[in-house]
């Protein structure tokens, strides 16, 4: 039969607000963070990283914030537009360069 | 611009087909990589491989193979199918930590 999946988190908000997605990691020894974005129809696309070394990095319109003490990852994106609605998947690195993905927030940008 | 292309886009295969799907890149890369995507699940590792001719299991390989002849190759075979893998399965490439995805092929198996 067939199966039924999870239902994948989702945040909405409208266009022109900040959104902040976050993502706990799992591993402690993990020393780089990426965050990807994924368009319907489209493989995933990097977005932003962090090294382990930093808790903060800012990109354009994107920052991503590192708390290692609690192993917890956050996206904040500027005047959140139409175009940002996808699925935000956080990464670690196991120090071995495979990532480890975690399950995925759905952005919904309201006009 | 570069590359990594997966051969098709949607397919559709019985239970019990042998299936492949393809993966290219064109960036010399060494490490490549098959995923697949179920909503809720994020991204699970299926097979992986650092070399031509090198493949190490990923953490769900059960009913799948992988073949790396060519360092711009890596194909995913499902021996038998079933439609617990019907899936998005996307294929990656990677130069140490940046990875490079494929647009995903969606299989059903019906």
């Known amino acids: 039969g067939e199966s039924v999946g999870l239902h994948l988190p989702t945040l909405s908000v409208q266009e022109g607000d900040n959104s902040i997605i976050n993502c706990a990691y799992s591993n402690s020894a993990s020393d780089y963070f990426i965050w990807y974005k994924q368009e319907s129809g489209k493989g995933p696309q990097f977005i932003i990283d962090?090294?382990?070394?930093?808790d903060k990095r800012q990109g354009q319109r994107v920052t991503v914030l590192l708390n290692k003490t609690v192993k917890h990852l956050s996206l904040q994106i500027a005047a959140t537009q139409p175009g940002d609605s996808a699925v935000y998947f956080c990464?670690?690195?196991?120090?071995?360069?495979?990532?480890?993905f975690g399950t995925g927030t759905l952005l919904a940008v309201q006009p | 611009d570069v590359k990594v292309t997966q051969s098709s886009r949607y397919l559709v295969k019985r239970t019990g087909e042998k299936v492949f799907l393809e993966c290219v890149q064109d960036?010399?890369?060494?490490?490549m990589f098959w995923y697949r995507q179920d909503p809720g699940l994020g991204l699970r590792l299926i097979y992986f491989s650092y070399d031509v001719k090198m493949k190490e299991k990923g953490d769900i390989p059960e009913g799948y193979s992988v073949s790396r002849e060519k360092k711009e190759r890596f194909s995913l075979i499902l021996e038998s199918a079933s439609t617990n893998q019907t899936s998005m399965y996307l294929c990656?490439?990677?130069?140490?930590?940046?990875?490079?995805f494929g647009s995903g092929t969606r299989l059903t198996v019906v």
């Open positions: 990464a670690e690195n196991d120090a071995t360069n495979k990532l480890i």
């Open positions: 960036m010399d890369h060494e490490n």
């Open positions: 990656a490439s990677s130069l140490l930590e940046l990875y490079t």
């Open positions: 962090i090294r382990s070394n930093m």
